[in-house]
C-alpha cells in the first residue's frame, strides 16, 4: 500500500483564487510528521510547511495551511490567492515515528491561469 | 546563509563508467540524507548520514551505489558500472540535529548513455 497518496496529478486554478491539493497518508505509528515540498521547473525541492502528528492546531506558513485531519489521515494544502508564481510540482512526504527518511507521494502539479 | 550545494549540476557518462557526486550540506546541520528522483516521480530515499556515519543506508539498490561522508560535511555519492536505469536527479538535503525539516539542494541530473 502506498504511504502516501496525491489524488490529483495536474490542476489547473485561476489567478488569486484559493487552491487545496490532496494528501491522504497510511502509517501505523503514532508519532510521524507531514511536509509539503514544492519543486518549480528549475528542480529545486522547496520546503512549505511541516505538521506534526501531536500538533493541535494546523500549520500555517503565510498563504500556505495544511488542513490536518488525524482521523481520516489526511493533509491537505491550501495555498489561499494564488499566484502565477505557485505553478510548480507539489509534493507531500510522511516521516515515520523516529526513522528520518522521508517518504513523498506522486505530486501534484499546479497550473495558476492568468 | 548559504544552501545545500550540489555539483556538478549535470553528469553525463556512459553505461559502466564509475561517477561521483558531491553534495555540501548546510553549514553545521549533521544529518545529511541523499535522494534519488526518476521522472514523472516523487524522490526516493538512499542513505542517511548523522555526523561521519550511515545511519541508514536501506535505500541503495545495489552494490554498485555507495555514499561516504568522511569528515561529517561534505558526502560524495558514489556509483558503480553506471546503467541506463541510473538516469535520475539525484538530490541530497540536510537538517540540523534533531530539526524536523530536511533542506534541499538543486540536485544532480545523471544521464547514462
Known amino acids: 500500500a502506498q504511504k502516501i497518496t496525491q489524488t490529483q496529478p495536474g490542476m489547473f486554478v485561476q489567478e488569486k483564487e484559493a487552491v487545496t491539493l490532496d494528501c491522504t497518508y497510511d502509517t501505523s505509528d503514532q508519532s510521524y510528521g507531514l511536509f509539503w515540498y514544492k519543486q518549480p521547473s528549475s528542480g529545486e525541492m522547496i520546503f512549505l510547511i511541516y505538521?506534526?502528528?501531536?500538533?493541535?492546531q494546523n500549520a500555517t506558513e503565510g498563504r500556505y495551511s495544511l488542513n490536518f485531519q488525524k482521523a481520516r489521515k489526511s493533509a491537505n494544502l491550501v495555498i489561499s490567492a494564488s499566484q502565477l508564481g505557485d505553478s510548480a510540482m507539489y509534493f507531500c512526504a510522511m516521516r515515520e515515528g523516529l526513522v528520518d527518511k522521508i517518504i513523498f507521494g506522486k505530486g501534484t502539479r499546479l497550473h495558476i491561469l492568468p | 546563509g548559504a544552501g545545500v550545494s550540489q555539483t556538478p549540476s549535470n553528469k553525463v557518462t556512459e553505461k559502466g563508467k564509475y561517477v561521483e557526486l558531491r553534495c555540501d550540506p548546510i553549514?553545521?546541520?549533521?544529518?545529511l540524507y541523499w535522494y534519488r528522483q526518476s521522472l514523472g516521480q516523487g524522490p526516493e530515499f538512499l542513505i542517511y548520514?548523522?555526523?561521519?556515519?550511515?545511519?541508514?543506508d536501506s535505500g541503495l539498490p545495489n552494490d554498485r551505489f555507495f555514499a561516504v561522508r568522511p569528515e561529517g560535511s561534505v558526502s560524495t555519492l558514489k556509483i558503480q558500472r553506471t546503467e541506463r536505469g541510473d538516469s535520475a536527479v539525484y538530490l541530497c538535503?540536510?537538517?540540523?540535529?534533531?530539526?524536523?525539516?530536511?533542506?534541499f539542494g538543486p540536485g544532480t541530473r545523471l544521464l547514462v548513455l
Open positions: 538535503a540536510s537538517s540540523e540535529q534533531g530539526g524536523e525539516t530536511q533542506y
Open positions: 548520514f548523522q555526523g561521519t556515519g550511515a545511519a541508514d
Open positions: 505538521q506534526g502528528s501531536y500538533d493541535e
Open positions: 553549514s553545521g546541520h549533521t544529518a
